[in-house]
Nanobody
């Protein structure tokens, strides 16, 4: 069974940092483009980042550029989203997603999400 499992969400103060993890089971990340998405209460889901299948390109949504960083550990089939200088507007459930293809256009698999709350 193909699964993505996120972890690392927590309550953090503004300006703080978190690292989210997403572990794959049943498939290997090397064959997939990987996206991180988020959905805040009452808002539509938005894509935070997309990393190409080759890993050579990562795009970030404008609001997180310079603060969030994607990384991947192929040996562990785990990807990460390092989030620094967090803002209250970053509060959301964060989802890891995989697309069997070069880029994140259309998602084949979703994780169940991990909640990030940024508040003092």
């Amino acid at each position: 069974q193909l699964q993505l499992v996120e972890s690392g969400g927590a309550l953090v103060q503004p300006g703080g940092s978190l690292r989210l993890s997403c572990a794959a089971s049943g498939f290997i990340f090397e064959s997939y483009a990987i996206g991180w998405f988020r959905q805040a209460p009452g808002k539509e889901r938005e894509r935070v980042s997309c990393t190409s299948r080759s890993g050579g390109r990562t795009d970030y949504t404008e609001s997180v550029k310079g603060r969030f960083t994607f990384s991947k550990d192929n040996a562990k089939d785990t990807v990460y989203l390092q989030m620094n200088n967090l803002e209250p507007e970053d509060t959301a459930t964060y989802y890891c997603a995989a697309r069997l293809g070069i880029w994140c256009s259309g998602i084949d698999y979703w994780g169940k999400g991990t909640l990030v709350t940024v508040s003092s």
